[in-house]
Structures are given as C-alpha cells and as structure tokens.
C-alpha cells in the first residue's frame, strides 16, 4: 500500500511569491492534516480536512489555506510568502471518520522543505 | 503553556545499550492518547508506539516501549538494544480529543545519536 505522497520535495520561492503544495494520502484514509516544522517553532498544526471541509485550523495568518478533493487529496497554498515561512511542511493522513478517538495515529509523507529568498 | 515537555535535545548512546527519552505532558483532559514518533533525516515522521490514558499496563511495540507514569504526566521511551539506524529525531506528541480534536500537540523532540 503506498504511503502518504507529497510534491514537490524542495521548493525555492522569493518573498511575496505564493506556493502550492499537494499532499496524496493513504488509499482509503479520508481525514487530511497539515503541519509546520521549523528549528525555532518546532511542529505546529496549520490544519485538518475530512471530506472536503475544514474542521480545525492552528493559529496561522490567512495567508495559509487548503483544500481537500472529492478523491481525499489536498492542497495546501501560502500567498505572500515571508521569509519566515522557511519550513518543511508534512502532511499526514489518518482513517478518522467521526470525531476522532485518543488512539487514531497520523501517517506522514516525507515533506515538502519550502525555502523563501 | 507548552503541552509536551521534552527536556533532552540530544543524546548519544552505544549501539546495543538501551535509552530512554523523557516527555512530560500537561492536560486537563481525562481521556488522551500519547504517541511518538521517529523522524530520520528524509524527514518521514514514522509512528513507532501509543499509549491511551486509561490503558492499564504500559505499552510495548518490538524494541520500544514506553513507560508510563499518569500521576507524574511523564511517558517516557524506552529503547532497547540501540541500532545504528535508531539515529533520528524522536518526538513525544498527544491527542486531546474534547479540546484540541483533529491535532496532535508535539514536544520540541529528542534527536538520538547511536554510536558503533
């Protein structure tokens, strides 16, 4: 069974750009969730889509949006890119349905490492 | 306030020898799971063990287990007989799911070196 897919891998933008990135998840997993890893912040949480709506969203500017696709696929799009917007962006699938349980666990992709110059 | 405390930003151990990673969490919740995770440099988060907070007995995953102490709020991991390839960043994280549903909360993370 394939793992969760993201592209590109390494992305170099300038300030005030906007990049899109795309996460395909697990056959089968419908809940997308999208997380920043930076050396200063460490992880934190951008957001989490379940058939295509939005049912969480961590403390990010508007500049930060998604999408989930009928298919379970998603997007993640950043406008105006800052230099602090330098991070790898993970993007991890899970089986939840409902509201999730304690024990529902997070498969992750390998990232997208996003450079702003 | 921080959710996961991890107070260990590295550590070196000798292949074969057993380590132990700390994390301490804060929660208000009654039911929680806490979880970790392996991130070896490809930058791939891999689970490696879970621990709910009304399970009885501490979990055990191959050579990972994790010791949990509920009154203390620790879960700390336990790894067994070190490889080389145990060389990674290990992250303790919870899930809240009455106030924080849909997130995993993650600590700063541990990076482990295994020497030959």
């Known amino acids: 069974k394939a793992g969760v897919t993201q592209t590109p891998r390494y992305l170099i933008k300038t300030r005030g750009q906007q990049v899109t990135l795309s996460c395909s998840p697990i056959?089968?997993?419908?809940?997308v969730s999208w997380y920043q890893q930076t050396p200063g912040q460490g992880l934190q949480f951008l957001f989490e889509y379940f058939s295509e709506t939005q049912r969480n969203k961590g403390n990010f500017p508007g500049r930060f949006s998604g999408r989930q696709f009928s298919n379970s696929r998603s997007e993640m799009n950043v406008s105006t890119l800052e230099l602090g917007d330098s991070a790898l962006y993970l993007c991890a699938s899970s089986l939840a349905g409902g509201k999730m349980g304690t024990n529902e666990k997070l498969f992750f992709g390998s990232g997208t490492q996003l450079s702003v110059l | 306030a921080q959710k996961i405390t991890q107070t260990q930003p590295g550590m070196f151990v000798q292949e074969k020898e057993a380590v132990t990673l700390d994390c301490t969490y804060d929660t208000s919740d009654q039911s929680y799971g806490l979880f970790w995770y392996k991130q070896p440099s490809s930058g791939e988060m891999i689970f490696l063990i879970y621990q709910g907070s009304y399970d009885e007995q501490n979990a055990t995953e191959g050579r990972y287990s994790l010791n949990f102490q509920k009154a203390r709020k620790s879960a700390n991991l336990v790894i067994s007989a070190s490889q080389l390839g145990d060389s990674a960043m290990y992250f303790c994280?919870?899930?809240?799911?009455?106030?924080?549903?849909?997130?995993?909360?993650f600590g700063a993370g541990t990076t482990v070196t295994v020497r030959a």
């Open positions: 994280a919870m899930r809240e799911p009455l106030s924080n549903d849909y997130k995993l909360s």
């Open positions: 056959s089968g997993h419908r809940s």
